[in-house]
């Protein structure tokens, strides 16, 4: 009964494939995460200022409690 061996001249290129798949992954950048956060929230501030500004005042005068103009 044989077993067959690597042969030592192709264990080189075994080891360094066996590195680079236990070789952990490069991390992402997480800068366009955080650019994106800042520019949805740079948004919302805009459209609740412009809802703000284009409201109709708000009457505070008995009449308007009443529901007669």
């Known amino acids: 009964m044989t077993t ?3 042969h030592p001249e192709h ?13 952990a992954p490069p ?6 995460v955080a650019l994106g956060a800042a520019a949805f929230c ?8 412009a ?6 005042p708000i009457r505070h005068g008995p009449a308007a409690k009443l529901g007669v103009e």
């Open 4 to 6: 067959d061996h690597p």
């Open 11 to 23: 264990d080189g290129g075994l080891v360094a494939q066996a590195r680079d798949k236990l070789r």
């Open 27 to 32: 991390r992402r950048d997480m800068h366009w």
């Open 42 to 49: 740079a948004v919302c501030a805009l459209v609740f200022a």
């Open 51 to 56: 809802a703000a500004v284009l409201a109709p």
